[in-house]
Each structure stands twice: as C-alpha cells, then as structure tokens.
C-alpha cells in the first residue's frame, strides 16, 4: 500500500507557529505539575494526599479540553506493616466520538520517584527551574513533560478554531512508579468499554538513545528475585563463633557469585534456550541506530564496557537477557568496624528478560540453579528463594502503519528519521494493553538521552517538550490521513 498523502503544510505551519508563540505558558503549565510532589513510592499520607491533588490538577486541565472524565476508584493499598492508603484514581477521559475519524489513546502517569535537595539536586527538585534550556524538575521527564505536552497538542488545535483530526482518550495513573497496582484489572474490565474503539495506545515514557529522535518497539521484562540464607535469627560475634559456623553471608556471596562470568554471561543452566534469535533485518536496525560509543562512554562515567561495538553493545542492551545483583538486606553497611556475623541476609538481583522467556520458567531455572550451588556447599544454613515480581517482555511490529505514521511524523518535525530501537528497561503496562487490547501499542519519546530520569537532576529540554507538543499534533493529523487512505482503498 503506499504512502497517505502528508498533512496540509499551511495547517502544520499554523500548529508550528501557535506552538512556538505559547510556548513559555507551556512551560509555566509544567511548572505548575511538577510543583506537586506526587510521590507514589513512599507510603505517607502527605504524599498520598498530593498524589490526590495532582490528580485533580490533571482532571481540571482534561475538563477545560471539553474532555469527559471518569475517575476510577481503586480503592485503598495495604502495606506489609498492616496499614492503608488510598490509591490515587484513575483518570479515564475522552474526547471526541466521530466514527469517521480514528481513535488514538494516549497513557501517561502523574506519579514520581522520590527526590530531595539533599540527595544532590543542584536546584529544588519540585521547582521547575530553567537553566540554558533545560527545564530541571522531578517528573520533567518522566512523566509529566509528556503528559503535559499531548495535552499542549490538543489545545493548540482549539485554539486555532481547527477541527481536532482524530478521537482522543487518556489513561493516566498515579502508581506507575510503584508497579501500576490495579491497572492490569482495569484494563481488562474496560476492554469492551473504554477501549473498544480505540485503534492503537501511545506510550511516552522512555528516553532517546543519543541526540536523534526515536520510535521504541520493545522492551525487555523483569523477574525479580531474593535469596535468604538464615541461620539463626540473632547475629554472632565474629570472637565468639568466627570459624565455626557456616556464616550466612559467606553462602549468599558464593550463591551470587555464581549466576554470573566475569563477561556478564549468566550461567543460569537454560536460561538462554528459548531467547528469540536475531533476524537479519534486527541487525540492520542495530546497524543504523546513530550511537556514538565514545559519547555514550563518557556519559556513563566508566572506563570500559564489556564489548567493543556498537552492534554488540545494543543487542546486549535490548535483545539479550542480562543479570543485575542489587544489594543486600541484613548486613552491616554502616560506616565503622562492627565485627558480627550477620545471621540473616539476603540477597536480591534481577533478570531482564527478552523474547520469548516466560517468567515461570525463569524462575523454575533460577530456583534449581541456586538450590544446586547451595547443596554443593553442604552449608547448615536454610535457603530460601522467591521470585517477586515477574513482567514479560514487549515488542511490536514496526512494519505497522502507526509506526509508519509516527515515523513520518517524527520527519516533519524533527526534519530527521528516528531510530528504530528497543528499550532495555520494562514498561509493564505496553504488553497488558497489546495481549489485552489486541490493538497496536507504539511508543513515542520525547526525552533525551541525559534526562536522568529516576536520578538527582532530572530534566526535559525545552526544545524536545515544545518540538515534542508539535510531534504529538502532527502524529494525530498523520492517523487521521491514514484513516482516510485505509477507508478509500479498494474492497
């Protein structure tokens, strides 16, 4: 099939110069959104209570789009120590019902990591502060840059009294940050409500891999697991019984020690056996992926990787499956000289997944593995091992006509082609919507590479958050152009 034709240039000049023209009440807006310390990870009913309050910010700035909007109870979290707090709702909006023009839904999140001036923030990390054109904030970038800026793209049309090209719904929450709780639910419980007209989900929550634009096709998932070695619930004096025990950390350190080589490989026996092969046409992405290791190197602040190419570097990142340790619960760690032997402790690491593991299976291989090293040891000490949280990987087809319409969109505003790539992290919600849905799910970043999202000194730059409003608005004009191509084309 070939190319819809493109937008009518005068109407994306027009969003262009309105965009431009706005953009520091734009900027004012986010500033506004990030002053509320919406932190969904720290059970505290102050931040619950400004998780309730951004909430309404949201609600508000949805209501004045002329958006209808549901606020869905979740009800209340219980936490390990026994208390409640409620969980932030979430906000299910919709804007437009013209069965002539395509549906586009669009999730985000309102909630942030923790941050605080202590903990290195060069400037107050719930004051958005500008500062050679990067706007400093936490949730700049994650998410609230983005959320913020499809919401910019909607109200540029209205403004200009300029028909809005395509059926918008919003899903936005407030625990992404804490594992989305209920989400998953509520999504299949609307399957045939809210979403059964939508025609693919955007998801605006990852970064850029250097300083070009890109268009995110998968993701790697996450097993999540701890592994207990206790021998008694009271520690020892290292005098008193050093040398006659078998001391739990000595066995944690050998168990943890033994999921990994020294080049990264994880000796996990299978673990590699149902990983998808890599098809010729993944090496030519990989290939015309723009990453400068050099750059890349010196913005990580480390003085080598475990592999030399480009090629190696993104499939280890993105394709391959890859083992993290850490930390240790139950050890001394404080500074000075304790000599006790910790009774207790355990240790939690993560593998990554990709295409096609299936977390129980992981967890089955995982489990036996450390139950072998551990007997091999014929150590006194239980072991005990769980695996937490368990998120499959995502990945779509980039042949799909969205990404075809993302990617043209990118072009015009960027004036630039996008790489293709993955995203070594986990976005669960991205394989709920498409194993659920059946629709087509696409991510579509606006932040850089050094955004530092999660991190002291997060930021959005003002160029990508206002090119960013522009890319939103073109993308709807581009759906709506394929819309029409696909209802004109021959029966």
């Not at 807006?29 to 310390?37: H, M, P, R, S, Y």
């Not at 009271?234 to 990994?260: C, K, R, W, Y």
């Not at 970043?445 to 608005?473: C, M, T, W």
């Amino acid at each position: 099939m070939s190319s819809p034709p493109s937008p009518p240039a005068g109407l994306v000049q027009k969003l262009f110069r309105y965009i431009d023209l706005h953009q520091d009440e734009f900027v004012q807006t986010l500033k506004e959104w990030v002053a509320i310390e919406s932190d969904s990870i720290q059970p505290v009913p102050r931040l619950r209570q400004e998780l309730l309050r951004m909430t309404a910010l949201a609600e508000a700035a949805l209501r004045r789009l002329g958006a209808r909007v549901d606020l869905v109870d979740l009800g209340s979290q219980q936490l390990p120590d026994g208390q409640t707090l409620p969980m932030p709702p979430v906000i299910l909006a919709e804007l437009g019902n013209e069965p002539q023009k395509p549906t586009v839904c669009f999730y985000g999140h309102l909630d942030v990591q923790p941050a605080a001036r202590a903990d290195g923030w060069l400037t107050a990390p719930f004051e958005l502060t500008e500062v050679d054109g990067k706007l400093y904030g936490r949730g700049a970038t994650d998410d609230k840059g983005p959320v913020v800026a499809w919401i910019n793209a909607v109200s540029a049309f209205q403004a200009l009294e300029e028909d809005l090209p395509v059926n918008i719904k919003f899903v936005l929450e407030g625990m992404e940050e804490a594992g989305s709780v209920a989400l998953e639910a509520l999504v299949k419980r609307e399957k045939d409500g809210f979403f059964s007209g939508v025609d693919c989900i955007v998801i605006s929550d990852n970064l850029w891999l250097s300083q070009r634009p890109a268009l995110i096709y998968g993701t790697r998932g996450n097993s999540y697991f701890t592994v207990e070695v206790k021998c008694r619930d009271q520690d020892f004096h290292s005098g008193t019984f050093g040398g006659i025990l078998n001391e739990p950390m000595a066995d944690l350190v050998a168990l943890l020690g033994s999921l990994t080589d020294a080049s990264g490989r994880i000796l996990v026996p299978g673990i590699y056996d149902h990983v998808a092969p890599v098809t010729e046409e993944e090496r030519q992405l990989y290939a015309a992926t723009d990453l400068d290791l050099a750059e890349f190197r010196r913005r990580a602040q480390v003085e080598k990787f475990l592999f030399d190419t480009k090629e190696e570097i993104l499939m280890h990142l993105w394709r391959y499956p890859s083992l993290s340790i850490h930390g240790i619960e139950g050890a001394f760690a404080e500074p000075g000289t304790k000599t006790v032997i910790p009774a207790r402790v355990t240790g939690k690491f993560s593998i990554r997944l990709v295409p096609h593991m299936e977390t129980p299976v992981v967890g089955r291989q995982v489990k036996q593995h450390l139950q072998r090293v551990f007997s091999e040891r014929n150590s006194s000490n239980q072991m005990a091992v769980s695996m937490v949280l368990g998120l499959r990987p995502w990945v779509a087809d980039v042949k799909d006509r969205r990404y075809l319409a993302a990617k043209r969109a990118i072009e015009t505003v960027f004036g630039m082609e996008p790489d293709v790539i993955r995203d070594g992290s986990t976005v669960p919600i991205a394989q709920v919507f498409q194993d659920t849905l059946q629709k087509t799910v696409l991510m579509l970043p606006l932040g850089a590479v050094d955004d530092g999202e999660h991190s002291q000194n997060e930021k959005i730059n003002r160029r990508n958050y206002i090119e960013g409003s522009k890319l939103f608005a073109v993308f709807f004009l581009e759906m709506a152009q394929l819309q029409e191509q696909w209802q004109d084309r021959p029966a």
